[in-house]
């Protein structure tokens, strides 16, 4: 396993990180899905018995079980061994006293007297100005000072501009995680949003860095016989690591691992792991997978959602999102079955009236109504 230093933490961080939101899953006897606890915990000592020192959970992952179960698997010593990560569900907290409720609740789920981060999870424009409203500041202090915390961090979801801004505006920041993969490079956060934080110091932890098992799972043959092309033969999965690893801006990678042997791949990648490991004919491989990968987007929505709402329902910007994704991904049947649960819900495109307002809102000038009957034929094929 490879180390870096990761700010003020006293010791280094493991370069690959557990995310546990992914866990392996089975069937109860009444048919439901709940998490295989027994081989989750597995997973996770098995993790820290190689080396992995940062686990990652939240609030609200695997509907509360995930902080229960990294709990248990925490026991026996294990605890002492990581740094141990989660985050206040920041969208459910009301008042300021929400904050330590939480907290203490999670402490306890956890099994533990103290985290070494507590995170504002998923901040945007929103919930940034709620949780300043709210007081975060006065209750960081009071939770470092009585020991239930020892560093500030956030999580985000949103524009570069609203990245900057919270890091700007508040000086305490110990970490911060954003989501980057190899087709992120520019979305959210994105590279400039990792280099601006390397820059004020604050360590970066990378999340979605398969961009939720697209870049591992069902590749599509293009995009396989341009990863071949490569004279050093490595998975997909390497790849997409790999130039994750290579900037020095990056702390730590989370993978959200759901069985044993994705787990053991990663730990085997991860074995070798140095910033700026990548040749220029390795950048440029990358570069053209991603083109190869965008040449695919049927549609070029921004997702800014100046047509919405749509007076008649149609969820625009989702259904041109399944419509790209499904472009360039493959995987056609995942897609379809979502579109299928905006049909039930009259949210598909059926439901347009061709009234054209959107057309009308939209900044990229899309062909909406048009655009949208061709997305129909093919979710529904
Ligand atoms: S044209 Fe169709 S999709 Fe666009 S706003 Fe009107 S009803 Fe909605
Ligand atoms: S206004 Fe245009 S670009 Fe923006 S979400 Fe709607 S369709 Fe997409």
């Given at each position: 396993m490879q180390y870096r230093n990761f700010g003020k933490l006293q010791f280094p961080v493991s370069t690959f990180g557990v995310?546990?939101?992914?866990?392996?899953?089975?069937?109860t006897s009444e048919?439901?899905?709940?998490?295989?606890?027994?081989?989750?915990i597995k997973m996770i000592r098995y993790a820290i018995d190689h080396g992995v020192n940062y686990i990652d959970t939240a609030y609200f992952y695997h509907g509360g079980e995930s902080e229960i179960i990294v709990g248990k698997a925490l026991q026996d010593g294990y605890r002492e061994k990581v740094s141990l990560v989660t985050k206040c569900p920041v969208w459910d907290v009301e008042k300021y006293a929400d904050f330590e409720r939480f907290l203490d609740e999670q402490l306890e789920k956890l099994q533990v007297d103290y985290l070494d981060f507590y995170l504002m999870h998923a901040l945007d424009k929103n919930r940034w100005e709620k949780i300043k409203a709210l007081g975060f500041e006065k209750f960081y202090e009071e939770a470092i000072q009585k020991g239930k915390i020892k560093y500030r961090g956030f999580s985000f979801h949103d524009e570069l501009s609203v990245f900057r801004s919270i890091l700007d505006e508040y000086d305490r920041w110990d970490m911060c995680q954003i989501q980057l993969n190899i087709l992120d490079h520019q979305y959210q956060a994105g590279v400039e949003g990792l280099r601006y934080a390397g820059l004020k110091g604050i360590p970066v932890v990378i999340m979605e860095p398969l961009k939720g098992g697209k870049l591992a799972q069902k590749i599509p043959a293009d995009i396989e016989a341009i990863w071949e092309e490569s004279r050093t033969k490595r998975s997909p999965v390497e790849w997409a690591f790999r130039w994750l690893y290579n900037f020095s801006e990056v702390a730590v990678i989370l993978s959200g691992v759901s069985n044993m042997e994705q787990l053991q791949d990663n730990i085997k990648i991860f074995q070798e792991a140095p910033a700026q490991c990548m040749t220029k004919e390795e950048i440029k491989l990358v570069d053209r997978v991603r083109e190869q990968y965008e040449s695919k987007i049927k549609v070029g929505c921004t997702k800014c959602e100046y047509c919405i709402p749509c007076p008649a329902g149609v969820r625009i910007p989702n259904i041109f999102d399944l419509y790209n994704q499904s472009s360039m991904y493959g995987s056609s049947k995942e897609y379809a079955m979502s579109y299928q649960r905006m049909m039930e819900k009259n949210e598909d495109a059926t439901q347009c009236v061709q009234c054209g307002q959107c057309e009308n809102a939209c900044p990229q000038h899309l062909p909406i109504i048009q655009t949208l009957q061709e997305a129909h034929k093919v979710l529904t094929e």
């Open positions: 995310g546990c939101m992914r866990f392996p899953t089975m069937q048919g439901k899905e709940k998490v295989d606890e027994q081989e989750a």
